[in-house]
């Protein structure tokens, strides 16, 4: 078969309904005039024609008048079938009447057995346009195939989407999971613009109608935004995941929402989190009960050592092996008595060690001149200095004469940078005690020897419980090996730092870095108002058990003209929360005796407060991990002052200072 | 019995004396010495026939140094008496595995240690 387009080398299966041999003769005969190769099958009676219907044919001629039988019979039996078969008729007794019943009946074509010559292109026509059918059909049902796929795609869909109007700002439509997560029906839902189902403020802080703003313009130019958004239903709080696809339709701007609740996901973060910090608390604590046993050892070891000098000399002059009254007699005793006063400072060290360790050491910063304080020191350490002809200098800059610190402390700093520097300063050489202005409203107390310095690689064993150097291979240096480690104890207690710079041969300079106004640091199991509440003074409540972070804070919010509480425990927290207003609070995550989550459900869920904004600092960078719960702002350790009075002006608590000017 | 030699190794000269004293005190010629180096020196100058020996000594250290005096022929039958302010479980063994003869802790007790040290001497008489 040829001149169709349908079909390329097969002959065309036609199908003849024709009572008379000759006229299906000729059909054939002009059929093959006109190119076509053609499997032929004749029927004369309508059960051959059911038989043959049963098998697949290209085309179907019927004539319209057979005795018995007739071409509406065969449209009738086609259409019964439901067969997509191109029929045509031919009739020896043509007319208008025939023709449109045939027509009607779902004939193609209607022809006079007069006229062969028109049989061609009539077949032609029909298979031309039955081929145009079947393919219309078949891209109607490819579309209505590919609909019913995305219907039932995003009606079954694991996560919840939204069908989105980006220039109305409307929802469209929403799928079974987005109905269960929204907690209303699709009817609801649709018509609803996203910012009714989002809290007012996202975990950025922006409000939710600025963010969505910003997100559809992104999407509106093309892009298909992912982000993470905070939904609300039924008054909880849903972290999400959220993407709007660009559908990009002509003349409509849809998209589609698709919605990922992670709630379940942060829930396994915190406890892959908090598994985490658990190890790593296990981990401190087997090395710390390590170090406890080592500083057992050491410990038994230095109060052995000058009990041996006490007892072995004290029982040498008991069992009268000395002459009394002898110039030896008289050396013991002032050996005996030397090991005992040793034996006492190395007691007090390791009492001072052990209040610092735990957080009972008492600090009573009062005004002081520093001047005073620094010829006190002096005066101590003269005798020393002139023994071994030191030069000692003070130099104190006049913007730090007057500090508010304790003065006991001080001078326990200063006294054990003095007397190791003259210790290891050889005779005739000089130590300086400068005492210098920091930024930040600090402090440096230095003391600068020309001693025989500190290797490099010594420098960090410094300021270690019992890591006293070896200086050569001289004798051990008299010490208790605790100076330096209360040193560094008592200064960070405090809120500063300590630190050492070296070179062999040339001397050593140690410094200590304190805040000029000191705050009182304890750890009483009550809170205690920092310092006394000023006439409107704005009260922080600042939960936070590391004391250096705890003096940070402090620092920052009082010096900003806020009144501050502290709370080192989430009870404490709690207790506080429940008993006074607080125009905010901020909050650690990481405290000892509760998880920072649980801390924040408490507050969120008492009465009084409700409306004080929570800041929360953490040294955790996912911000994630408050989603679901009522948070100002989550700020990061270490923690700047500026972006700590930033976030307190925005939540609307302006810092007194400001609100005077 | 009566002036053996003994050398007397502590890094603490206020220890050192008091062992110093209490030892000539017994009638015998002491030697001291204020780490391993010293030691060495002391022990190359005059063989003692005892060494009294702190385990925690600058550089080289107590452990360090008996075990190469017990490995070398020529000292290898010096009494080696531990005497260490070490007092913890395991410090005693670490003493006795590097082949010190004895160990005893600080504070010492002056009135029991001429006795553990005639007791050595007495034993290393028969024996030879």
Known sequence: MVPSETSSDSPLQ????????????????????????????????????EAALDRPWDLLISDWIMPGFGGPQVLEAVAARGLDLACIIVSGTPGEEPAVEALRAGALDFLSKDKPRRIVPAVQRALREAEDRRARIRAERELRFSEERYRTGFELAPEALLAYDLDRRVILDANAKATELFQCSRDDLSSSDLDALSPHRQADGRTSSDAANHYIARALAGESPAFPWLFQAGGLLIPTETRIINLATVGRNLAQINIVDIRERLRADEIRRRSAELETQNRRIREASRLKSEFLANMSHELRTPLNAIIGFAELLHDGQVEAGSPTHKEFLGDILNSGRHLLQLINDVLDLAKVEAGKLEFRPEVVEMPRLVSDIIAILRTTAAQKQIRVETQLDPTVTTLTIDPQRLKQVAYNYLSNALKFTPVGGSVILRIKPEDGDRFRLEVQDTGIGIAREDLGRLFVEFQQLEAGAAKRHQGTGLGLAVVRRLVEAQGGSVGVKSTLGVGSTFYASLPCHAIVMSRTSTPVTLSPVRQGARTVLVVEDDVRDQAQLVSALEGAGYAVELASTGAQAIACWRARGYAAATIDLLLPDMSGLDLLAALNGATKNDRT??????????????????????????LDRDILLASLARAGVNSPQLEKV | MGGERILIVDDNATNLKLVAY??????????????????????GRRRPEVILMDIQLPGIDGLELTRRLKADPGTRDIIIIAVTAYAMKGDQDKALAVGCDDYITKPIDTRALPDTIARHLAKREVMS
Do not use: Q
């Open chain 2, 22 to 43: 209490l030892m000539k005190a017994h009638g015998y010629d002491v030697d001291s010495a204020l780490d391993a180096e010293g030691a060495l020196e002391a022990i």
């Open chain 1, 14 to 49: 036609l199908l003849v309904a024709e009572d008379s041999e000759d006229d299906f003769e000729i059909l054939l005969r002009e059929l093959r005039k006109g190119g076509y190769s053609v499997s032929a099958e004749r029927v004369k009676a309508p059960s051959e024609l």
């Open chain 1, 613 to 638: 904004p929570i800041i929360v600092i953490t040294v955790v960078s996912d911000t994630k991990v408050v989603a679901g719960f009522t948070v100002h702002d989550v700020l990061h350790k270490p």
